[in-house]
């Protein structure tokens, strides 16, 4: 039932594809990956296997790659990715040997796989349980590892139907995991996983804080933010231009840098429509003449909002009015407070800061307004869920050192 669920799945990719943008390119990466493996792997190498779903699971794993790499260089990275946000983003990610989609979890493509690369370990960042590719695994001998998991209770491995099924079963697979809560740790024990099971809270609290010690000046932004209070919107949807905006129309003095999760030209045109009156500048526009004068910077391009919070006093992160929630702790590490929409309840790390005041919610405009207006107005106020912010994250590092230990210090 399940490797039929796959093959009806690539059914509509394939058809689908003719169609969307996004299909098209998931279709041609599978299809392109054994090209690449062929190419380019070699049996004989001493391959760690790290799978990332999305760019936000690569961002939870990149900590314990980088410690890898730097500890053991013998060994050689393969890095793939389901997602065509996290493969192209990061396809030519320095540090990862070969990167490529994986291909579908089909028996055949799982043989073919293993007839190209024979890895010393898996490691799953986060989500993501492939039955045929564990079975491959288990069958040859592969260690698997689950890093910065999480499990709540609507999950499949925990209903009915998956225990019916036997789905469940394919956690059976996995040598050891590394979840991020207690509650994770709590719903693998019915399931009978406890001696296999260690708490370690997220890598992510490691990937940002290394971000910000790594961070490179942008000069262009510097000077557009000079000596003047700026909100930063990172990876922002129309429901949450539809609040900062209007509140920022508004403002005296202020200026705003938007970097939206979605950069295209319609995208791009409705955010300066809606800025009318405000002197907006993209960021591939901007020169050292130009940028000083702007109000509104917009970023359109890839890989700088978290170098960009720092110029701020207040971030907004976007994705909380429906799409779901972005990288909260990419701003929080700066130690500025961080404003959200409702769809927060599946993030840890928000709901955390939420309780501990480093984070706010905000539901209509009103809400916003008020929230926005102390923060830039009351500096204790900045000052207190700022710092609150930053030692959170300070505080919740570690993750990948105990991870690292756990693993490495067995098989390498």
């Given amino acids: 039932m399940y490797t039929l669920a796959i093959y009806l799945y690539l059914i509509a990719v394939c058809i689908a594809a003719l169609f969307n943008k996004r299909a098209r390119m998931l279709v041609k990466g599978h299809w392109n990956a054994y090209k690449k493996l062929r190419r380019e792997a070699d049996k004989s190498e001493p391959y760690i296997w790290v799978h990332a779903a999305s760019l936000g699971e690569f961002e939870q794993g990149c900590p314990l790659m980088e410690r890898i ?231 359109n391009c890839f890989g700088l909002l978290s170098s960009i919070y720092r110029y701020g006093q207040v971030a907004m992160v976007g994705g909380g009015f429906g799409h779901g929630l972005h990288n909260v702790p990419e701003a929080a590490v700066y130690g500025m407070p961080v404003i959200i929409g409702p769809n927060n309840q599946n993030f840890r790390e928000a709901r955390h800061l939420l309780d501990a005041g480093g984070c706010f919610e905000v539901r209509d405009q009103q809400d916003f307004d008020a929230t926005a207006d102390r923060l830039f107005t009351d500096a204790e106020a900045l000052r207190t869920a700022g710092q609150i912010a930053g030692d959170y994250i300070r505080n919740n590092a570690g993750a990948t050192e105990v991870i690292y230990q756990h693993i490495f210090g067995n098989h390498l």
């Fill in 69 to 299: 790499k730097r500890e053991h260089p013998e060994c050689k990275i393969l890095l793939t990715f389901f997602s065509p946000s996290g493969y192209e983003v990061r396809k030519n990610r320095e540090g990862a040997d070969i990167v490529c989609y994986l291909p579908l979890d089909t028996p055949a493509n799982v043989q073919a796989f293993f007839h190209y690369v024979r890895p010393r370990m898996l490691i799953l960042i986060k989500y993501e349980f492939w039955q045929n590719y564990l079975r491959g695994c288990k069958r040859l001998g592969i260690p698997v590892y689950s890093v910065s998991s999480i499990f709540r209770p609507r999950q499949v491995f925990f209903r009915w139907y998956g225990r019916l099924s036997g789905y469940n079963r394919v956690l059976r697979k996995v040598t050891h995991f590394f979840v991020q809560n207690e509650q994770s740790r709590q719903l693998l024990a019915t399931l009978g996983h406890t001696a296999n099971v260690t708490v370690v809270g997220d890598t992510r609290f490691d990937r940002v804080i290394d971000i910000r010690n790594a961070a490179k000046p942008l000069p262009l932004v510097e000077t557009f933010a000079a000596d003047r209070k700026v909100m930063v919107c990172g990876s922002s949807w129309p429901g949450d231009e539809a609040l900062f905006i209007p509140w920022f129309k508004r403002q005296q003095g202020m200026k705003l840098i938007i970097a939206p999760h979605v950069i295209d030209e319609s995208h791009l045109h409705d955010i300066e429509a809606s800025l009318d009156g405000c002197r907006t500048l993209r960021y591939s526009d901007a020169t050292p003449d130009n940028v000083a004068a702007a109000d509104v910077l917009i970023i």
